[in-house]
Every structure is written in structure tokens, then in C-alpha cells.
């Protein structure tokens, strides 16, 4: 039997959680849909061992609720507290969705079917497993893990294992965690206003302090110490942002950078060879893995690396055979080879996409509430005036050429990583992140209200 309701959610991560929220607050009946069989999103998909945020978990979270935190259980804590439960189905894949005569017919793999007058898909951009095309993929006869599908148990004691992918998810292999203090903790409670007044109005959206010093401006040896500092303090994103403020759009700067990453990774990794294997080649234009003991990993007797794109690989039911004949008998295989970048559509009436691509790179769950406020203030808006309204097509195509012409004129041109979609084959060459700061971002977004939602046009 069919069911109504008024907006149909499909995701529980930190967008679709939070769209639940803001839509019950309008008045309006709500379901939300989630695949997984807990709430959580990316958080609990990639539960595999040494998976870590690059954004502190201080802003890891909504700013609105801020009575703990932590990650996964933060979300579930904030479902219980805010009496969401009730509205979520769990294990319920959303399997299609059909615009018709004023509404949305949709298909849950329960059997179930709804009918909506508005639905917002929430999926995540980062939540579908790339599994690259390699030889003999579905021959091995051991395990297969791919980090964004990890189970809730797993026993690699004594096993063989490989792992594929050497960026930021084959973190897999062993790293160290910090522990936050509880002077810490305190500092950060009571300065949360201007944590997040600074995080909305700088350029990575990071609760981090962003540098405008030009790399070069310095001496080699100032620079060598800020290197030194942030790499051994911080994470990627403040090596991006902390260190100088023009490596991402400055080829000198951006040289200087990975010089010290490949000297770091020189000195820490013992073996040339294998140092020079996990060296990225061309310019730092990906996440860096800084101090956090993962290339002191490969000094173990029992760990190795191979450069497949040297000596290309297959998988065979025993393992993994590399073009100079040598064998790797395995027990199990990681795929930590990223996730699928999406692609936007556009065209569909009372559609919203939340944390979809050509959204700023930054703190998502930052982002997130930006558009579900802006998605609550359009429904509001369509409620009060009794209009459906549809995104121009020109808009979307403006936005996007504005969202490349700014990525071109960066580092990340040039990366063939997710950020331009090239990590994956048959994706088309486009920056699925706007890279002109979150601050520009949301200047935008305002602009958009504040004129009255210019984007849209009524739909009948
Ligand atoms: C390893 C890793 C590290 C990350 N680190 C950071 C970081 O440091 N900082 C940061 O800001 N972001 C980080 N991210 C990005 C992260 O995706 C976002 O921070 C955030 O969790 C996205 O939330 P979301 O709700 O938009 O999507 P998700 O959390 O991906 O949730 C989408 C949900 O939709 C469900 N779903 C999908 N399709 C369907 C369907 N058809 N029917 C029903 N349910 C469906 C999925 O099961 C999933 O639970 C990281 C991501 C990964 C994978």
C-alpha cells in the first residue's frame, strides 16, 4: 500500500539527520530512509582500523548541539535526544524515485512505496566504494575488505594481507591516536561561538589558524622550521592552510611543499627503495599523510610496498601476481582505493541534493548546515506561497564553469585525485569541489536568499 508524506529524506549521515530536524520543525511529516542498519553515515561505514577525520572533532559535529564530542555516537546521541528515532527507517534502501503529477512516487527495498511532495536525498559524496578495474578482481578465493564497507568484526591474526591504495584510506595499516586533555576539552567548551564565527568566515572552514605568509617570502630555514611544526602537530589539511598561504595556487610554493614531504618520507622510511616507492611524484596536490606513524610502518620486517605502476598487478585466487612474475600469496585483500566521486543532476522539481558536488572543500558537517538551512528556508518559502520551484538550468551551469575557471587556476589542476573526479576511470575531467574558500561560499549562499532565490523558478 501506498503511503503520503510530506518530504522523504534518504540518508542518515550528518545531512539527512539534520534535514529531519530541520523539516519536522516546519510542521511538516518527515521519513527518513538509511541503507546501513545504524545511524552514522560515512562515520560508520568507515569504521576500519585507523580511520580518522582530518577536522577536529571539536567541529566534526552540528553547531547547534554541543553537548559532546564525539563522532559515531555523537550522531546516534543526537538522534535519541532529539527524538528522531521515531522517523528513520533503517536497513531501507531508497531503490527509485519518479516525479509525477505534483509529486514523488518512490521504492523502498522494504516493498514498501511513498508518495512526497518533497524528497532531499542525502547520500553522501563520499559513500560509494571504486574498486578499480584489475585483472582477476573476483578470483581471489580469501577475503575482500574495501575500507568504506568495513565489517563489525574482523581477524587478520597471523594473516597475509594486502592492501591496495597508498592516499589517505590505506591508513589502514597501523597509526597512533591522540588523546584529547580535559584542560583541552575545556578551552574548546568555552570558546565554541568564536570557534565557529572563525570557521564560517576563513577559507578552509577548518577550526584551524589559516597563514597568508607567502612561502617564499621567508628564509629556507623559517620555512623548514613552519614545515617542520605543522607537520609534526597537524594533519593535511593544516599543512594545506597552516603552513603558508600559497601553495595551492603558487607552482614555487607548491614545489617548496613537496620537496619537504618527499624529504620527510626519505628520512623516515629506512629502505631507498621502498621510500622512493611511496614517494607521490609531480606536486603536492593531495592530502599529505603527516606524523602519524603510518610511513614509520613500512620499517617493519613484515610490511612491504610495490609500485604497481611500475611492475601492473592481477589478483589470482591465491593473491596477488606482479608483471615480473613475483607472487604475493594473501589471505586477504584491502581495497583502500577511495570512494566513487558523484556526479549532479538537475532538472527534477522539489529535488534537493545536500552535500552534493561543486560545494565548497571544508568541514562538511559546517557545510552541511549551511544547505539544509538554506533547503528548510526554500520549502518555507514554497509552503507559505503554495509554489513548487525548479533550479534554473543556467544557474547550475554558471556555478559550475565559476566552480572550474576557479579550480584551473590551482594546484589541484593537475592531481588526478577525487577532487577533479580523475581518480576514477570514466569520469569526465571536472572540479566536483569549489575551491574559492568557504568564506566566498557562503557569501554566495546569502546573496542567493537575500535576493530572493534568483536560482529558482516557479514550477507548476
Ligand atoms: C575516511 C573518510 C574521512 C573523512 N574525513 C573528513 C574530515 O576530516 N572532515 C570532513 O568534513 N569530512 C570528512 N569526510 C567526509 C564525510 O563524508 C562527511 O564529513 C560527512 O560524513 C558526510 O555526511 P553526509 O550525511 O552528507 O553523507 P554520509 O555520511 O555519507 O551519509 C550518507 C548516507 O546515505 C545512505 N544512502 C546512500 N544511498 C542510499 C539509498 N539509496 N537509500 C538509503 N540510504 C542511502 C548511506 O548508507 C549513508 O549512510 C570523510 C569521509 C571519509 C570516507
Redesign the pocket.
Known sequence: MRKNVDSLV????????YQLYKLRELGLSVKL????PE????????RYPG?????HSKV?RYSWDKEDLRNTAYLKHVVRRHNLVKDIELN????SAQYMEGGWEIRL?TGESFRSRYLVT??????KAYFPRIPGLDSLAGETYH??AWPAKHDFFNKHVGVIGNG??SHVIPNSDDKVTEENRKRINDNYGQIWHNLRTNLSGHAIIESSIPTMSITAEERERVFEQVQQSGNG?TFLFSTFGDIAINEEANSEASYFIRRKIAQIVKDPVQARKLTPPGGFNRRPVTANGYYETFNWDNVDVVDVLDTPMEITPTGIKLSDGTKYDLDAIIFATT?KPLTAYAGFPNMFL??EPQGPL????A??ETQVEFVAGLIATEEAEKKKRLVIQEAEDAWLEQTNAIGESTVFAKGGSRLTGDNAEGKKHNFLYYIGGVVNYNKAVQTEIVGGHPSFKPFF
Open positions: 534518504v540518508g542518515a549521515g550528518f545531512s539527512g539527520i530512509v538509511e541503507a546501513a545511524v552514522g553515515g560515512t562515520c560508520g561505514w568507515n580511520a580518522t577525520s582530518d577536522t566534526y531501507t534502501r531508497m531503490e527495498s542525502a547520500l553522501g559524496a563520499l559513500s575500507t568504506t589517505s584510506t589539511i570512494l545536500i552535500n571544508t568541514n562538511v558537517p557545510l552541511i
